[in-house]
C-alpha cells in the first residue's frame, strides 16, 4: 500500500508527532520499570543512648495518594548542625518528573491530598533519585521544619503526590 495523497502524508506525520509527543509527556514504560537506589544512611543511636552522633530530630510514614506508596522518612541532625531527609524502604511507582518536596501542607489521606502540596509554602530538594530504596537529600541550612512539617513524592509534571508522610518531631 502506497500513500499517494498530501492530505495522507500530512495526516501520518502528524499522528506520529502526537504518538512522539504523548509518549514523551506520559512516559508509560515508568508505570512496568523500578530504579533502585542504596544509598548509606546514618546510623542513629537508640533514642535512650549518650552519644556525639547523628539524632533524628523528626519522621513519620508515607500514605499513598496517586500511586501505591510505603515507606518511612526521617530528618537527620548530624553534629555539625547539618540536616538530611532520608528516605527508607521507599516503594513508590515510578513516574515522569518526581522530585521531593519538603511542604507546608498536612498529609491528608485519599482524594483531598493528591493536590494540595503546591498550594502553601514548599521546598524542592532535588529530583527523586529512585522508586526504591534507601536515599539521601540535604536540608538547606535555615529550612524552618515546624513550617514545612511534610514530605511528599510529587510529580511535577501532573501537579500531584504519588504519597506523602508527616515529619514529627521526635521526643
Not at 1 to 9: H, L, Q, V
Not at 103 to 128: I, K, T, Y
Request: proline content about 7%; some cysteine; hydrophobic content about 45%.
Amino acid at each position: 500500500m502506497t500513500i499517494r495523497r498530501p492530505a495522507a502524508w500530512a495526516a501520518a506525520t502528524v499522528l506520529a508527532l502526537l504518538a512522539g509527543l504523548g509518549l514523551y509527556w506520559f512516559q508509560p514504560w515508568k508505570l512496568v520499570t523500578d530504579r533502585q537506589v542504596d544509598e548509606a544512611l546514618a546510623v542513629v543511636p537508640a533514642p535512650a543512648a549518650e552519644t556525639s552522633g547523628p539524632t533524628i530530630a523528626r519522621q513519620g510514614t508515607f500514605i499513598s495518594h496517586e500511586h501505591d506508596t510505603r515507606g518511612m522518612a526521617r530528618v537527620v541532625l548530624h553534629p555539625d548542625g547539618s540536616r538530611v531527609l532520608e528516605l527508607l524502604d521507599l516503594a513508590t511507582s515510578n513516574g515522569p518528573d518526581l522530585r521531593v518536596w519538603l511542604s507546608d501542607q498536612p498529609v491528608r489521606p485519599g482524594l483531598d491530598g493528591w493536590r494540595v502540596f503546591d498550594d502553601g509554602a514548599s521546598l524542592e530538594l532535588g529530583r527523586l533519585k529512585g522508586n526504591q530504596g534507601n536515599q539521601r537529600y540535604a536540608i538547606p541550612p535555615g529550612t524552618d521544619l515546624d513550617r514545612l512539617a511534610s514530605v511528599a513524592i510529587w510529580c511535577k509534571r501532573f501537579s500531584v503526590s504519588f504519597g506523602a508522610a508527616t515529619l514529627r518531631p521526635e521526643h
